[in-house]
């Protein structure tokens, strides 16, 4: 008889279930990890409301912390019982995109190895971690072990809020002395802004409403916060830096109108970060743009993966450099997956991130 788990699936817009499915089989190259620990994304809100095209049938979830259950034949350097994660970008490390260090963009099925979002495979197009196991492909190009020291609360938001978060500051090439605004301090924001103060930014401005995020925003680094409802955000960051504009802004939303408040806050020759996910057209408006003559830089970026991309975010946890353990505010047993997402995606009871355990 086969094996069956429980796990969340995709059935239609608005509706993600908790059902059983088969436990995969483990090809040459693969591990298959039994889920410790997983979580809800923004990503998964996007799916579950239509907003981002999945197959019906789909496991959701692409944040795993587990322990390896079964190896492939092929797969060597991990043992069955050892701790791991994996990236929410799944690399298969050997496409021409995964040797340009773009694994996010990974096309190994492709004539020249190159494909929009590739990398994006757990809970996108394969089944993924909000379930009881998972399988993990290209097992040695992705599984990171996990240091004895650390809890799979410490390491759950390294698969990707935290590699996102903090690529958001890479991408902006921030450097010491630096003043940065960080619009948006969902998780993600949060991260970022945690990862420009790890970059040497010297002045950090996060922007947004809830008294919870704000109040995280500033134990995470912000000197300052601006809330949104109460003040022009641009205003006041013009204001905070005497008309100057930051060196860097880092979008975390994925508006039109954050978007644009990014741009209009650049100094000339100044960068933006931008990691929301977008549902619809961006209009770039002239102004601020200096109608393309402002020496700005506009850069995307999509959460990196691989283990080593894993390894180092551990590492700096593991230092005590950076904490990531207060972004999770709530917690749920698979079997509560449903009222997690009721939870989540209305963002009730000051919710940051859920930790779901099978």
């Known amino acids: 008889m086969t094996a069956r788990m429980k796990a969340a699936i995709f059935v239609e817009p608005g509706r993600i279930v908790l059902d059983d499915k088969p436990v995969p089989d483990v090809g040459p190259l693969d591990a298959l990890v039994r889920i410790t620990m997983t979580t809800i994304c923004g990503t998964d809100v996007h799916i579950l409301k239509g907003e981002y095209p999945v197959a019906r049938g789909l496991t959701i979830g692409h944040e795993p912390v ?56 757990f809970g996108n197009t394969i089944d993924g971690t909000q379930a009881e196991y998972v399988l993990v492909p290209d097992a040695m190009a992705n599984l990171a072990p996990v240091p004895d020291g650390l809890s799979d609360e410490q390491v759950l938001m390294c698969p990707d809020i935290m590699s996102t978060g903090f690529s958001g500051a890479e991408s902006g090439n921030i450097r010491i002395g630096d003043t940065v605004a960080v619009f948006a301090q969902g998780p993600i924001g949060l991260c970022a802004t945690a990862g420009a103060r790890l970059m040497g930014a010297t002045t950090i401005i996060g ?56 741009l209009r806050v650049l100094r000339p020759g100044g960068r933006l970060s931008s990691l929301g996910v977008y549902s619809g057209d961006l209009t770039i408006p002239l102004g601020p743009f200096l109608a393309g003559l402002g020496d700005h830089t506009i850069v995307t970026t999509l959460c990196p993966g691989g283990k080593e991309r894993m390894r180092r975010l551990m590492d700096a946890i593991a230092s005590g450099r950076v904490d990531t353990r207060p972004l999770v505010t709530h917690r749920f047993s698979l079997d509560e997956i449903e009222e997690a997402y009721e939870l989540f995606s209305n963002q009730q009871d000051g919710v940051l991130k859920v930790a779901i355990t099978p």
């Open 66 to 121: 587990g322990v390896i259950k079964k190896l492939g034949s092929a797969v060597q350097g991990y043992a069955e019982g050892q701790r791991v994660i994996a990236g929410a970008i799944c690399t298969s490390g050997h496409s021409h995109a995964a040797l340009c260090g773009c694994h996010a963009q990974d096309g190994p099925g492709t004539r020249h190895g190159w494909k929009p979002m590739g990398g994006w495979k």
């Open 207 to 262: 922007v947004d409403s809830v008294p919870a995020r704000m109040e995280m925003a500033r134990r995470m680094g912000a000197d300052h916060v601006i809330d949104f409802t109460t003040s022009d955000p641009v205003a006041e960051i013009m204001r905070l830096t005497d008309g100057r504009g930051v060196d860097v802004a880092i979008e975390a939303l994925g508006r039109q109108e954050t978007f644009e408040a990014a």
